[in-house]
């Protein structure tokens, strides 16, 4: 069975700051998915990463990727308030999406 | 990007009565539709998935009887809620995959349904 373990799962930062979500699964992928959740809301695609060593950025969100470690990462640059959301990690395991348990972020002033 | 839709956004019904979700993908051919379930605060979990003209694939513990998916055309999908009871009130999200190989083979989320059950 394919497990998703994403660390931490709450996160309190204050603006300005730097911050690394991390993701780690359990068996092999080469799909591995970073999505946004607001409250009441569905899911918002981020990042599709695709290859190991794979890197993709936008704006303050920079993904990786290390398929031999079976590690990505989702890291955080100068936090603002706007970035308070769920992130959510996923999976891919041939047919669907297994998720990790969800990072809530809660950036401050 | 791809664009899914789903009917209706949030829905209240009374304990014992069935409700129907509708997943449409709008601009491009879902070969595979995935159907979850989010609990408040928690995490996504598949409930099952389903190809077009054939029977969904549920996963463990989702009781098949209770909640009947019918994926009739490639773009649309349904989940039906049967003798809804509170334990069924959740946020269902629904999640639309084209062919391997193609420009929509990533998955696409709808907006999910709210379903609270009374």
């Known amino acids: 069975e394919l497990k998703v373990e994403q660390n931490p799962l709450f996160l309190s930062m204050q603006e300005g700051k730097n911050y690394t979500i991390y993701c780690n699964y359990s068996?092999?992928?080469?799909?591995l998915y970073w999505y946004r959740q607001d409250p009441g809301k569905s899911l918002e695609s981020l990042f599709v990463?695709?290859?190991?060593?794979a890197v993709k950025q936008e704006g303050r969100l920079m993904a990786s990727l290390d398929t031999k470690a079976r590690l990505s990462t989702l890291h955080i640059t100068a936090a603002v308030h706007d970035l308070s959301a769920t992130y959510f990690c996923a999976v891919d395991m041939g047919y669907a999406l297994n998720f990790g348990k969800g990072t809530s972020l809660l950036v401050t002033p | 990007g791809a664009v899914v839709s789903q009917h209706p956004s949030w829905v209240i019904c009374k304990s014992g009565t069935s409700v129907k979700i509708e997943c449409r993908s709008l601009?491009?051919?879902?070969?595979?539709m995935f159907w979850y379930r989010q609990f408040p605060k928690q995490s996504l979990m598949l409930m099952a998935t389903?190809?077009?003209?054939?029977?969904?694939?549920?996963e463990q513990g989702v009781e098949k009887d209770k909640f009947l998916i019918n994926h009739a055309s490639l773009t649309l999908s349904t989940l039906t809620v049967t003798s809804a009871h509170p334990e069924d009130s959740s946020f269902y999200i629904c999640s639309a995959r084209g062919a391997s190989g193609g420009p929509s083979f990533e998955q696409y989320f709808g907006p999910g349904t709210r379903l609270t059950v009374t």
């Open positions: 990463l695709l290859s190991n060593g």
């Open positions: 389903s190809n077009e003209g054939s029977k969904a694939t549920y």
């Open positions: 068996t092999t992928s080469d799909r």
């Open positions: 601009d491009f051919q879902a070969t595979t």
